[in-house]
Every structure is written in structure tokens, then in C-alpha cells.
């Protein structure tokens, strides 16, 4: 049974669609709550965090979504990501799916930078972080198709060369990232 499925009980009934998240206004503050799929449908701004894990050699854990997934199935992402819960905090959400995706936990969290919710990026306000460290991650098949390391330079090189291969939120977070003097890497 897949590490994520095991923290809900093995019950399935629980995933996606009827998670709960917090709906959130223009100014991202909270409005309400509602589920995850219907929030969805309804294109409604909500959170989510990625995380950018970096190692000390700066190289940058990227990951392929499942193709299960309704969002950009598998297309390359942040190394880490995922909806902030109702009632949890950014950081909260960010150390979850660290170790629910990737295995990877007591690690500090760097936070870099919010992204405003746009359409192009499914509404979510999404709150970037880095991540240092050389804990060699271990992706959940469940979730992830494939996982790599890149340098800056052969990641540049390959979403240049096909940007349609990554998701949009994640195009954002390493154009910033590779262009931010203040990111020491």
C-alpha cells in the first residue's frame, strides 16, 4: 500500500476530490471551505505549496506526475506540491507532502515567495519554498510517474526545448528561481 494511502487508514473514499480546502478571496485570505473537486469545477482560488528540493551540489529534484492525476497528468513538477488543507498553514502543508511524496522530512523549509492565483495555474495561490539538503528523496509511485536531478543549466536546457512538457506553475517557479540573484545555489 502506497506511504500516503497508509497515513489515511487505507481508505480511499478519502482522496481527492473530497478533500476539504480552504476557498480564498482576491487577497488570499480565507472565505470559506469547500471540496477539492468541486472547487476544481468551479475554478475557485485556493493554496497549495511547492517545495524546490536543491542539493548541495545545486542540483534540482524535479518530478513527473502520475498520469492518474486529473490536474497536468504527467507532466514534470516541483520536486514536491500539494493543496494546503483547510485549517493548516502553508509551511504545514509543505513539510506533508515533502514526506508523503518524497519520504523527506526534518529538513528545513526555506519560504521564497508567493505566486499570485491566476487561471493559468488552476486559481491556487501558491507559496514556493527551498529546500537544501542531500537526503536522496524517495518518490511514491502512487503519485509520481518518474523523478530526476538536474542542474540549472539542463533544466533551463529542457524547458526551453519543450516547455509543454512541465506544468505552468512549475515553468513560474524555475524562471524565477533561475533568474534570483538572492537564491544562493
Known amino acids: 500500500m502506497p506511504r500516503w494511502l497508509a497515513k489515511m ?3 480511499m473514499d478519502m482522496l481527492n476530490d473530497d478533500e476539504l480546502l480552504a476557498i480564498v478571496d482576491a487577497e488570499n485570505r480565507v472565505i470559506g471551505s469547500g471540496a477539492r473537486g468541486d472547487i476544481h469545477r468551479r475554478q475557485l482560488r485556493h ?3 511547492h517545495i524546490l528540493l536543491v ?3 545545486g542540483n534540482i529534484f524535479v518530478q513527473r506526475r502520475a498520469e492518474h492525476k486529473d490536474c497536468a497528468p504527467g507532466l514534470w513538477d516541483t520536486s514536491a506540491a500539494g493543496h494546503v488543507d483547510f485549517g493548516e498553514s502553508y509551511d504545514a502543508a509543505a513539510r506533508r507532502e515533502l514526506a508523503e511524496e518524497l519520504a523527506v522530512e526534518g529538513v528545513a523549509l526555506k519560504p521564497l515567495w508567493d505566486l499570485p492565483a491566476r487561471v493559468a495555474t488552476g486559481n491556487e495561490f501558491a507559496r514556493v519554498y527551498l ?3 542531500d537526503i536522496e528523496p524517495e518518490p511514491d509511485a502512487a503519485e509520481i510517474a518518474d523523478a530526476c536531478w538536474y542542474t540549472r543549466r539542463q533544466l533551463a536546457a529542457s ?3 519543450d ?3 512541465y506544468t505552468t506553475v512549475f515553468r ?3 524562471t524565477r528561481f533561475n533568474h534570483a ?3 544562493d545555489v
Open 9 to 11: 487508514g487505507g481508505r
Open 47 to 49: 493554496r497549495s505549496a
Open 55 to 57: 542539493n548541495t551540489a
Open 131 to 133: 529546500c537544501r539538503t
Open 159 to 161: 524547458i526551453a526545448g
Open 163 to 165: 516547455p509543454e512538457r
Open 172 to 174: 513560474d517557479i524555475f
Open 181 to 183: 540573484e538572492s537564491v
